[in-house]
């Protein structure tokens, strides 16, 4: 008979001891697997959208968030930023001193004006994420989609002004049209993305004519400058010579009111004296004749009172010669002669 054999193994303690550590390192490792695959941050800019097996289940508010793994997967749409898409260049560094990039992007900006001349245009659109499930799941690239949206319509509306309007007076117009155009086509095509403003940088004809471009351009903000000024002027002389004739106005019509007045008082006396004298004829007349010699008598200087043959002038007038010499031969008298 087989005798059986048994073997005692003795584990060393310090072996034990490095295996519960590596039990606890590997469960420490898969708990902080399981939780970078599980919690997620989302900043106050953005919001999270979640994805079931590659189907859309839901849309996580900033802050800290938790997702199924390997299951479920989030992507971060920054929908409170505001956005942009540079046209004809592109800035490389943003600052003090922006720096652009050198590369030609002409084939962008150079466009054709309704006058059948060319323009080359520059242009920045500012937009903002509305919507991050139509951003995500409508269009299969939105940010392509959009610049062309932008360079069609842009060109379109260019098309319609002249090249004078594109450089000088109606670069504000071209951008409005451009902006309601820009949007309409981002709504139809459920992009989720609106348009906040779309800003003309630089507007420049091409090289070879840019000098005579300029030169019309000087030009015509001269003529700005000069109608400015004779508005100005304008504005200072016509409401003075307004306000002059205003004045000489209202002192006609008071002159006319006050002849008006004065008349129609003298015609009220008139009547009035012509009413008594109907009642009594000879008393009015007289009381006239005196009134009349008051207000006359004493405008005047020597007075020579006569009647009518004239015989009393000559005494009138030794009368008026012994007062006239009265006083010195008074004076020269004494009081005793008196």
């Not at 849309?59 to 920054?78: R, T």
């Not at 004006?113 to 060319?118: A, F, M, R, V």
């Not at 019309?216 to 003075?240: F, G």
């Amino acid at each position: 008979m087989a005798e059986s054999e048994y073997y005692d193994i003795n584990i060393p303690p310090q072996i034990k001891k490095l295996g519960n550590y590596m039990s606890t390192i590997i469960i420490g490792v898969v708990i902080l697997i399981l939780g970078y695959l599980t919690i997620f941050q989302v900043n106050p800019e953005e919001v999270g959208v979640i994805t079931r097996f590659g189907s859309f289940n839901r849309v996580v508010e900033p802050g800290l968030n938790f997702k199924v793994p390997i299951m479920e997967k989030v992507e971060i749409v920054p929908v409170q930023r505001q956005l942009k898409e540079e046209f004809g260049f592109r800035t490389t560094q943003a600052g003090v001193q922006t720096r652009y990039s050198q590369q030609d992007f002409s084939k962008e900006s150079l466009m054709l004006t309704g006058d059948l001349n060319l323009a080359n245009v520059e242009w920045v659109v500012q937009y903002r994420i509305m919507d991050p499930y139509k951003y995500l799941y409508e269009v299969r690239n939105p940010r392509n989609s959009l610049r062309d949206i932008t360079e069609s319509s842009m060109r379109e509306v260019v098309g319609d002004h002249t090249v004078n309007e594109v450089l000088t007076v109606g670069r504000t117009e071209v951008a409005s049209k451009a902006h309601e155009m820009i949007q309409r086509l981002a709504n139809e095509y459920s992009t989720g993305i609106n348009v906040e403003q779309v800003v003309l940088q630089d507007v420049n004809p091409p090289g070879p004519v840019k000098d005579a471009f300029n030169k019309v351009n000087e030009a015509q903000q001269q003529k700005e400058t000069l109608i400015n000024e004779a508005k100005s002027a304008y504005n200072k002389v016509i409401p003075r010579a307004r306000g002059q004739a205003q004045e000489t106005i209202q002192k006609a019509e008071g002159y006319a009111i006050e002849r008006v007045n004065n008349s129609q008082g003298e015609v009220a006396r008139f009547n009035e004296l012509y009413d008594e004298y109907i009642e009594a004829p000879a008393v009015t007349k007289q009381r006239i004749y005196l009134e009349t010699m008051v207000n006359f008598i004493p405008k005047l200087g020597n007075k020579i009172i006569t009647d009518q043959e004239g015989n009393g002038v000559l005494p009138l007038l030794q009368m008026q010669m012994k007062k006239q010499s009265l006083p010195s031969s008074a004076s020269s008298s004494s009081p005793s002669q008196n």
